[in-house]
């Protein structure tokens, strides 16, 4: 793609209305503790780091709590993890301070909106950007969905590599969705020496091509007494060519596109739809 319809595409933003997304702060802490355990994903991370550089400039957008971020920092990567939950980077900004000041010295999280990263990066580059599990999708609307992918490309290092990572929709539809409670395991909260039951209740909405969750934590006190928080958190499905369309008209080329955290290629019975992507 030349200059000129780069420029026009980044044009094409300004004017885009920024619909509401899930907000994680009343229920960060649960999140965080429920999720930490997922690691399936780090070593791809890792390896697509190292790929970039070592000296490479990285970039998280979505990064929460820093389930990942932390790991990238801990092999030697320069980090910067952006999210628009104040809460999520309170508790990231809490793990950094327990580790070395040298890890603190190549980190940022800074709190901000993915779908406008001017406000809050300015005019700065990066080698590698990644937009993690599913977090893309919390962009519900086509719109949204391009002013997130336009801003990337204008952060986005000419030589630099972007990946986003959805899950594949037509795997999705053998899950449950008819909005039963399944319960979905415990964690400890240290904090409060307290253990948390976490039960999800999905809804899936075809037209809307979204699936709303509903997260129950049941937090049991020492007196026995349970507190409940309900996480509502809405996802929108995104099928293989209809993602490939979105980068393209964002102004980026598909390198790869993996099926999984091994690195195999997409085919049927794909769980996950990762794109490896440059500026086009």
Do not use: W
């Amino acid at each position: 793609m030349d200059s000129v319809e780069a420029d026009e595409l980044d044009n094409e933003a300004d004017d885009t209305e920024l619909e509401p997304v899930d907000d994680y702060d009343p229920f960060a802490l649960y999140y965080d503790l429920h999720y930490q355990k997922v690691t399936v994903d780090l070593d791809f991370y890792r390896e697509m780091a190292r790929k970039v550089g070592a000296r490479a400039r990285v970039l998280e957008l979505a990064c929460g709590s820093g389930r990942l971020s932390l790991p990238l920092l801990k092999a030697g990567f320069r980090v910067t993890g952006l999210d628009i939950s104040a809460k999520m980077l309170e508790i990231a900004r809490q793990k950094i301070a327990a580790e070395p000041p040298e890890l603190a010295q190549r980190s940022r999280f800074l709190q901000g909106d993915m779908r406008d990263l001017d406000e809050t990066l300015g005019n700065e580059e990066f080698d590698l950007i990644f937009i993690g599990i599913n977090s893309f999708q919390h962009l519900l609307t086509q719109e949204d969905q391009l002013a997130c992918l336009r801003s990337v490309r204008r952060h986005l290092a000419p030589a630099g590599l972007f990946i986003v990572d959805v899950f594949n929709p037509e795997e999705k539809e053998s899950y449950p969705a008819d909005g039963r409670l399944e319960y979905d395991g415990a964690v400890y909260n240290p904090a409060r020496h307290s253990t948390i039951h976490v039960f999800l209740s999905t809804v899936a909405l075809p037209a809307e091509q979204q699936r709303h969750y509903h997260y129950f934590f049941d937090e049991t006190m020492a007196d026995g007494t349970i507190k409940r928080t309900v996480a509502p958190l809405h996802l929108r499905y995104i099928y293989r060519y209809e993602m490939q369309l979105l980068l393209e008209h964002a102004g980026f080329m598909i390198e790869d596109l993996y099926g999984s955290y091994d690195f195999e290629e997409f085919g049927a019975g794909s769980a996950k739809l990762i794109y490896i992507c440059r500026r086009g």
